[in-house]
T-cell receptor, first 114, second 113 residues
Framework: KNQVEQSPQSLIILEGKNCTLQ??????????LRWYKQDTGRGPVSLTIMTFSENTKSNGRYTATLDADTKQSSLHITASQLSDSASYIC?????????????FGRGTQLTVWP | EADIYQTPRYLVIGTGKKITLECSQT?????MYWYQQDPGMELHLIHY???????EKGDLSSESTVSRIRTEHFPLTLESARPSHTSQYLC????????????FGPGTRLTVL
């Protein structure tokens, strides 16, 4: 069964600190992996997307890594801000599907305290 | 910010009522999707559409129905709402191609009493 597992389930950090969120997946065949940010009461917004050949992608203070061999990804947030408080969702797409079938993790709930 | 809209944002209704959740996008995307999300859980695909007059059921069984008469509009209907339908419903759209990013609307929080 294709799955996407994220850890930790929740995380609290102080403003200005760095943090790393983890995503392990078993989706096969693999097409791409996305990290989304979902603010409370809002829809998810895409942060990064990585294909099989990419092992790192940055978007401002967000840096995602991908190890396709071990099927692991991480999202590193640098110098956290209060506005980073949100749920971060790892989404993996399989290959060969005209739909681009997406498999969603349950997300890591990040809270940044002042 | 994506140009995809959902109304209403919040809805509280009684059991047995018929409801329609609206979703519209102004990006001209062919593909549209409906997801259901419970607190702390992953998104589950309940319906999708490749284009006008094309609708398919997703992975999660749902008693809702959808229609796609216009490219920009993808409403979801529940003929008789029940408390088990209480959830957050998210609409999304993407361009053709299976690697394109999905753009999500703000969601509708539905509570059925």
């Amino acid at each position: 069964k294709n799955q996407v597992e994220q850890s930790p389930q929740s995380l609290i950090i102080l403003e200005g600190k760095n943090c790393t969120l983890q995503c392990n997946y078993t989706v096969s065949p693999f097409s791409n992996l996305r990290w989304y940010k979902q603010d409370t009461g809002r829809g998810p917004v895409s942060l990064t997307i990585m294909t099989f050949s990419e092992n790192t992608k940055s978007n401002g203070r967000y840096t995602a890594t991908l190890d396709a061999d071990t099927k692991q990804s991480s999202l590193h947030i640098t110098a956290s801000q209060l506005s980073d408080s949100a749920s971060y969702i790892c989404v993996v797409s399989d290959r060969g599907s005209t739909l681009g079938r997406l498999y969603f993790g349950r997300g890591t709930q990040l809270t940044v305290w002042p | 910010e994506a140009d995809i809209y959902q109304t209403p944002r919040y809805l509280v209704i009684g059991t047995g009522k018929k409801i329609t959740l609206e979703c519209s996008q102004t990006m001209g995307h062919d593909k549209m999707y409906w997801y259901q999300q419970d607190p702390g859980m992953e998104l589950h695909l309940i319906h999708y559409s490749y284009g006008v007059n094309s609708t398919e059921k997703g992975d999660l069984s749902s008693e809702s129905t959808v229609s796609r008469i216009r490219t920009e509009h993808f409403p979801l209907t529940l003929e008789s709402a029940r408390p088990s339908h209480t959830s957050q419903y998210l609409c999304a759209s993407s361009e053709a191609g299976n690697t394109d990013t999905q753009y999500f609307g703000p969601g509708t929080r539905l509570t059925v009493l």
